[in-house]
C-alpha cells in the first residue's frame, strides 16, 4: 500500500528534523548531496567510511520513505557507487531491522545493504581525522608541487609531502587532496603518521 504523499512528505520531513537537532563529529563531509544529517553516531561514523571508499561517488542522508501497509522506515542513506545505487542502514552489531525493509526497496528499485561500522583496525579513526579538514581546500600552487614530487619518486611519506606546502597549512592541505582523491594513502594498516606512504590515487 502507498501512502498518501502529504503524509509521506510529512514524516521525512520531522525525520530530517529530529536528525538536525543532533551533532556528531566531525562536522564536515566531501560526498554527501545536501545537508548531512544523522540520527546516531552509528550513522555519523558509517557516513566518514562513505566518504573514504573509493567506490562510493555520492551519497545522501535520510533521502525516502519505505512502505509496507502500515509500518515505514527512512534509510540512513542513499548511496552512489559505480556499480548501482543502493539504500543503506547503519547499525550497531546488535541491532537489526524489519526484513520486509529489504523488499520495499527492491520494490522502490534499490539494493539494500545493512552495514555495521567496523570499529576494530584503523579505518574509522584515520578518516575522522581526514574529515576534520573537509571543508579545506588545497591551494593549486601546492597540489602540483605535490603531484609533481609523487610523479618523479613515486611514493613520499607523509612527512616528506609536508615540505612542499608554501600556500596552506601542510596537513590541512594534504587532507584535502587525499578526500578528494588526487592522492591515497592506507587507512588500514596503522595510524596516520609522518612514515605513512603517500601515492598518486589510481582512481
Sequence with gaps: MTAHPEIETDQLASVRADAACLHFHPRGTVRCVGAPLFRNQAARDLGCLLDLDPAVIEWSCLPLV?????????PDFLVVREEGTSIVDAVSESSRLE????DAAAQAGYRFDLQSTIIAGHRLANSMDLLRYARWQCPLGDRVRVLA?????????????????????????LSSLVL??????????????PETAVRRSRS
Design 180 to 193: 578528494r582523491r588526487f592522492v591515497e594513502i592506507d587507512l588500514d594498516e596503522a595510524r596516520i603518521g
Design 99 to 102: 526484513p520486509w525493509i529489504e
Design 66 to 74: 519505505l512502505h509496507r501497509q502500515g509500518d515505514s522506515h527512512v
Design 149 to 173: 614530487a609523487l610523479d618523479e619518486h613515486g611514493s613520499l611519506t607523509i612527512a616528506e609531502c609536508l615540505t612542499a606546502f608554501h600556500e596552506t597549512v601542510p596537513i590541512a592541505g
